[in-house]
Structure formats: structure tokens, C-alpha cells
């Protein structure tokens, strides 16, 4: 059945993504279902049954008027993409493998910035209570934070030159198959409990990031205020952890997104999945570079102000707020 159901998604390819399409494309898959079951109940072995169904319904200009699309198969039909090469099955599986290690490398590189700030923090809290010379701390404070930052960026240029031979894929001179682009899809419904997982558990270590300063506060009362002073720097390092686990989560999820919609948007071949159909195309490259950043934007903006307000009944009308300006922006681009 998996030979036909790809033979049938090959017919349809490049016709237009159209209702009428969609039901013709429908019938004729229960008419070869139908067919298969019936030879297979008739005795006939696997490749017969195959064959059969496909010289039966396998020319789409013969079965064109009957299923009601005659118009779309002789008209001229659409390209996928000008000039698209298919994606194999391998060049994606490799995609994925190294899309997911410069996800790492982005997620730690981005971990090591953030906490390379606590280092400061540290040694001049030890340097406060050190018989050594206080000086020797601080430089080493400073030193190890500048380690980490260089380490982070080495880490990124690394990964992003690695990554560099894919960049092609942006300019959408690929595309892939349906038995291809299925696969794609059945490894990203896969990850996706892991996403949700990595993202909440992210979300709820940077809002818990708070914790530590107030618990450290109340202990300084009866110890020594050092602790106080390493406040900020456990509030780097939860933040740092949530920061790593909704990076490296979201980056592994926007690769398989990556993949799914190099297809032309308006042939049948570029809506294999239901995220394709819901994607929003922006036209203006600066308006869906914006908007592919704008709710981590949001995010961001909202923890911050939460944090440093402490106002939380009143910053949640950031996200009905953040909801209407991006339901205008999209209503505006469609025009």
C-alpha cells in the first residue's frame, strides 16, 4: 500500500492546491485502496496487487473527467520551485543530524554567556571574605568570564561555518517527496513531547530564577552576607539552564519546520503536512525575519519587565497585547 500511496502523491505533485484537487486526489486514493483489498482478498501476491492497481488508475489525463479536475491536468501545471532539485531521504536525514548538533552548539555557546557573568560575581563575593589579596580574585573573576565568552563564540563560528553548506536551502531551490517529506513529519510529531517537555521545563527555571535571591536574602540574616552577595549569580545560572533547554529545543523543532516547507505553497506537493497549509508567508524578507524572533522578543520583554517590577497582576497584558499586533501585522501582510 506504501508503493501506491507514494505513486498517487507523485500524480498529484504539481497540481494545484485547490478543493476540488483535494477531493479528486481523495476518491482516487479509496478507488486504489478499494482495488487493492479486493486483489489481495482475490489471492494476488504483493506485486501484483501493486501493479495492477496502478495500470488501472495510474494515468491521471484518462481518469482527469471522471474525477472532475480535467481543467487542472491540462492546464500548464506548476512547478514546485523553478529549476528545485529533490531533497533525498539521506541528504535529510543528514540535514537533521547536523542541524541538531549546531542546535547544541548554539544552546551551549548561549549557556556560556550568560554564565560567564556569574564569574565575576563569584570571586568578588569570595574576594569579600578572602584572607588573600582581593585583587587576585576579581582578575581571576574577570579572566574566567572573558574564557567562557571566547569559548562561546569559538563554539558558534565553528558550528555556523559546519552548518554553511546548508544555506542553500533558504533559497528554496530544493524540495522534497512525499514518502520524504513524510518521514520529516513523523520525526518532528516524534520530538514534539521532547520540545514541550525541554520548553516548559526552560520557562519554569527562568521564572524560578527569583528563588534563590529571596531564600539567600532571608539566610543572610543569620549567615554571612556572602551569600547575599552570590544572589545574582544563581539567578544567572537558572536562567542560563532555561535559556539552554528553550534553545536547543526550539532549534531542533525550527529544523524539521525548515525542511517541511522548502515545498511550493501552492501546489498539492507543499501541503503534505497541516503545519504547511497554516504557515503565514510573509512577502517583505525584514517583516518574516522580524516575525520569526517576535514572540521570543515577547518573551524576553515580558520576564523582564515581570522581574524588575515584581508587577505580575498587571505585565500578563503583554501577551493579548503581543496576540493583536501580530493578528494585524499577519491581516495587513495578506493585503
Known amino acids: 500500500?506504501?508503493?501506491?500511496?507514494?505513486?498517487?502523491?507523485?500524480?498529484?505533485l504539481n497540481l494545484p492546491n485547490t478543493p476540488e484537487v483535494y477531493k479528486a486526489k481523495n476518491e482516487l486514493w479509496q478507488m486504489?485502496?478499494?482495488?487493492?483489498?479486493e486483489l489481495k482478498n482475490e489471492g494476488k501476491?504483493?506485486?501484483?496487487?501493486?501493479?495492477?492497481?496502478?495500470?488501472?488508475?495510474?494515468?491521471?489525463?484518462?481518469l482527469a473527467e471522471d474525477l472532475g479536475i480535467k481543467q487542472f491536468v491540462h492546464q500548464p501545471r506548476q512547478e514546485q520551485t523553478p529549476n528545485a532539485v529533490s531533497l533525498s531521504m539521506e541528504d535529510v536525514r543528514q540535514f537533521l543530524r547536523e542541524h541538531s548538533r549546531h542546535s547544541y552548539f548554539v544552546a551551549?555557546?548561549?549557556?556560556?554567556?550568560?554564565?560567564?557573568?556569574?564569574?565575576?560575581?563569584?570571586?568578588?563575593?569570595?574576594?569579600?571574605t578572602s584572607l588573600r589579596s582581593s585583587d587576585v580574585l576579581d582578575a581571576s573573576g574577570i579572566i574566567l568570564m572573558f574564557v567562557f565568552i571566547a569559548i562561546g563564540v569559538g563554539m558558534l563560528v565553528y558550528s555556523n561555518v559546519c552548518m554553511g553548506h546548508w544555506?542553500?536551502?533558504?533559497?528554496?531551490?530544493?524540495?522534497?517527496?512525499?514518502?520524504?517529506?513524510?518521514?520529516?513529519?513523523?520525526?518532528?510529531?516524534?520530538?514534539?513531547?521532547?520540545?514541550?517537555?525541554?520548553?516548559?521545563?526552560?520557562?519554569m527555571l527562568c521564572i524560578l530564577s527569583v528563588v534563590p535571591p529571596i531564600l539567600l536574602d532571608a539566610a543572610s540574616s543569620f549567615a554571612a552576607d556572602t551569600l547575599e552577595d552570590c544572589s545574582a549569580g544563581f539567578v544567572l545560572i537558572f536562567v542560563a539552564i532555561g535559556v539552554f533547554l528553550i534553545v536547543i529545543s526550539s532549534m531542533r523543532m525550527g529544523g524539521y519546520r525548515t525542511l517541511l516547507h522548502l515545498n511550493n505553497q501552492n501546489t498539492i506537493g507543499g501541503n503534505y503536512v497541516?503545519?504547511?497549509?497554516?504557515?503565514?508567508?510573509?512577502?517583505?524578507?525584514?517583516?518574516?525575519?522580524?516575525?520569526?524572533v517576535y514572540w521570543p522578543t515577547i518573551t524576553c520583554l515580558y520576564l523582564i519587565w515581570s522581574f524588575l517590577s515584581f508587577d505580575w497582576?498587571?505585565?500578563?497584558?503583554?501577551?493579548?497585547?503581543?496576540?493583536?499586533v501580530e493578528s494585524l501585522i499577519k491581516n495587513i501582510s495578506k493585503n
Open 167 to 203: 544555506k542553500h536551502l533558504e533559497e528554496g531551490n530544493f524540495v522534497t517527496d512525499f514518502a520524504t517529506t513524510d518521514y520529516i513529519h513523523h520525526e518532528m510529531e516524534h520530538y514534539k513531547s521532547t520540545h514541550a517537555l525541554l520548553l516548559t521545563i526552560g520557562i
Open 32 to 37: 486504489m485502496e478499494d482495488k487493492y483489498t
Open 313 to 324: 497582576w498587571i505585565t500578563w497584558i503583554v501577551w493579548p497585547i503581543a496576540a493583536i
Open 1 to 12: 500500500m506504501e508503493a501506491i500511496r507514494n505513486y498517487l502523491e507523485t500524480m498529484f
Open 108 to 128: 551551549l555557546s548561549v549557556f556560556l554567556f550568560i554564565l560567564s557573568a556569574c564569574c565575576p560575581i563569584f570571586f568578588g563575593a569570595a574576594a569579600d
Open 45 to 62: 501476491s504483493e506485486n501484483e496487487a501493486v501493479g495492477t492497481v496502478i495500470a488501472e488508475f495510474g494515468n491521471l489525463d484518462e
Open 274 to 292: 497541516p503545519e504547511q497549509q497554516d504557515r503565514q508567508q510573509y512577502h517583505n524578507s525584514t517583516l518574516a525575519a522580524i516575525m520569526s
